[in-house]
């Protein structure tokens, strides 16, 4: 019995080592500051590496920065992610809910009701991505408005209960919904040439 536990334990203890070589080797791994362990137990860290993996995975000039903050006097004005593709460039905000959620476009607050009739209203995140969204235009004067667009993924956890939105630039989705939002991804509005000097130009507001 001693012996069968022994090597569970070490066949467990191997499969770790591996798993956590791969990541510490990984291209997400080596452009940012998270550990293999956070990825494992933080269901919003799991979904950046997902998204970056996934744009990874396609054949695009796509690039990616995470935790934007342009304006650190305005703590609304963040976005967990933007991305830069050739279909546009993408404010995300990634919401960690457990409860129903509801909510239009154009209302101040949102809902997440919980077990035993408790509600929490937390801010429209779509407002929060759409001053991102102005923020990011006034700094790229080549760049329309129209053509940066906001998404919310929510955790996995929540349910949406009434969703109302009015625009064609926003979508609100779930993490497990990332792989299939990035794979239908499509059409050209930045060049690719420009793909990268806009990346660059956001670098400095990323927080890693």
């Known amino acids: 019995m001693i012996i069968f536990v022994l090597i569970v334990t070490f066949a467990a203890l191997f499969y770790i ?7 510490d080797n990984s291209p997400f791994a080596k ?19 997902t998204l970056y ?14 935790n934007v903050q342009i304006d650190e006097a305005i703590n609304q004005n963040f976005a967990d992610a933007v991305v830069v593709h050739p279909a546009g460039i993408f404010v995300v905000l990634m919401q960690q809910k457990k409860g129903w959620i509801s909510g239009t476009e154009k209302s101040y607050e949102w809902m997440e009701q919980l077990h035993g009739d408790k509600v929490n209203a937390f801010p429209n995140p779509i407002h929060i991505t759409e ?34 939105l009015s625009s064609d630039t ?4 779930k ?3 990332i792989n299939r939002w990035v794979n239908s991804l499509a059409g050209q509005v930045i060049p690719n040439d420009q793909i990268s000097s806009i990346y660059i130009s956001l670098k400095k507001y990323s927080q890693k």
């Open 53 to 66: 993996d996934q744009l990874a995975r396609t054949n695009s000039d796509a690039k990616v920065l995470f």
């Open 175 to 177: 993490y497990n919904e």
């Open 31 to 49: 452009e940012h500051s998270y550990t293999f362990f956070q990825t494992l137990s933080n269901s919003k860290i799991h979904a950046y590496k």
């Open 131 to 164: 001053r991102m969204a102005f923020t990011i235009s006034d700094l790229l004067p080549t760049i329309e408005r129209k053509q940066i667009e906001s998404v919310i993924f929510f955790s996995n956890d929540c349910s949406f209960q009434r969703i109302e």
């Open 170 to 173: 926003v979508e609100v989705l």
């Open 17 to 23: 080592g591996v798993r956590l070589y791969q990541y």
